[in-house]
């Protein structure tokens, strides 16, 4: 069954734009789960955590129609939608969050969707006009965004597909060792860079400041990095989510 929420504001302060945070969805989980969010406009933020025994989800809807149109701004958060449930899928159970709004001007307004369970198995997102963290996931990944950056930095061996598109934001991809990857890398707009610091990594023809294709660990689970107008910064570490709120060296 779906949980369904809608965006109502929490008032206005000053110039700051109207946003809500909704009453935290929760929802039983058994074993790792895939992770399935479609969201019109916002960030998506996906942390597993072992030591949760829930799923829990939370939506912060947002107005940024602007200086002069705080009210219409306000009023425009009834609007925005949520629904978060569990469905079976091919390879077991998906927890799919969707966010939509029926605004007759949707580019003002975001629904940042929060999520925290036990394990994930896989993860496919997609957003428009919001930054991305997955921390702690596993198996394979898609992603599709625009306008924020990616970072996705997981303690878990990545040995499946992994595909992340970006347009006009950097991508942040940091894994532990024992990792394998077929990558084929680009920005257009910006540079690739890359820490290896344990494993078997070679670099093929083709590879340039702002191309790379590589092998890491005689891997075959292709690993495709794509962006405009951002970096991409790769890193095979012990330590893969020991950083802090900014990275600025791979």
């Given at each position: ?6 965006g109502?504001s929490?008032?206005l302060?000053g110039?700051?734009?109207?946003s ?20 019109f406009?916002?960030?998506v933020t996906?942390n597993?955590?072992?030591?949760l025994?829930?799923?829990?989800i939370e939506?912060?809807?947002?107005a ?6 705080n009210?219409e701004?306000?009023n425009?958060l ?14 077991g159970?998906v927890l799919q969050?969707?966010?939509w709004?029926t605004?007759?001007?949707p580019?003002?307004?975001?629904a940042?969707v ?7 198995r896989?993860?496919t997102?997609?957003?428009t006009n ?5 921390v702690n996931?596993g ?15 997981t303690n878990?061996?990545m ?10 934001g950097?991508i ?6 024992g990792?394998t990857?077929?990558f ?5 707009g910006?540079?690739?860079d ?5 494993g078997r ?6 590879t340039d400041?702002a ?8 891997g075959?689970?292709?690993v495709t990095?794509m962006?405009?107008g951002?970096d991409i910064?790769i890193a095979v570490v ?5 950083v ?7």
């Amino acid at each position: 069954m779906a949980i369904v929420g809608a965006g109502v504001s929490i008032g206005l302060g000053g110039c700051s734009a109207p946003s809500h945070v909704g009453e935290p969805i929760l929802l039983a989980t058994q074993g790792p789960v895939a992770v399935d969010v479609v969201s019109f406009n916002g960030d998506v933020t996906v942390n597993a955590d072992p030591t949760l025994r829930w799923a829990t989800i939370e939506v912060r809807t947002e107005a940024v129609h602007g200086l002069g149109r705080n009210v219409e701004a306000d009023n425009s958060l009834a609007n925005i939608r949520y629904s978060a449930k569990i469905v079976e899928g091919s390879h077991g159970p998906v927890l799919q969050v969707r966010t939509w709004t029926t605004d007759q001007e949707p580019w003002f307004q975001r629904a940042h969707v929060e999520i925290n369970l036990p394990r994930v198995r896989g993860l496919t997102i997609r957003t428009t006009n919001g930054t991305i963290e997955a921390v702690n996931v596993g198996g394979e990944i898609d992603i599709e965004c625009s306008n924020g950056d990616v970072r996705l930095m997981t303690n878990v061996r990545m040995l499946r597909a992994v595909t992340i598109h970006n347009d006009n934001g950097n991508i942040d991809y940091r894994v532990p060792y024992g990792s394998t990857a077929e990558f084929t890398c680009h920005s257009a707009g910006g540079s690739v860079d890359g820490r290896i610091r344990e494993g078997r990594y070679i670099v093929h023809i083709g590879t340039d400041h702002a191309t790379l294709v590589a092998t890491l660990n005689n891997g075959t689970n292709p690993v495709t990095l794509m962006t405009t107008g951002g970096d991409i910064r790769i890193a095979v570490v012990e330590k893969p989510t020991d950083v802090g709120q900014f990275i600025v060296t791979p």
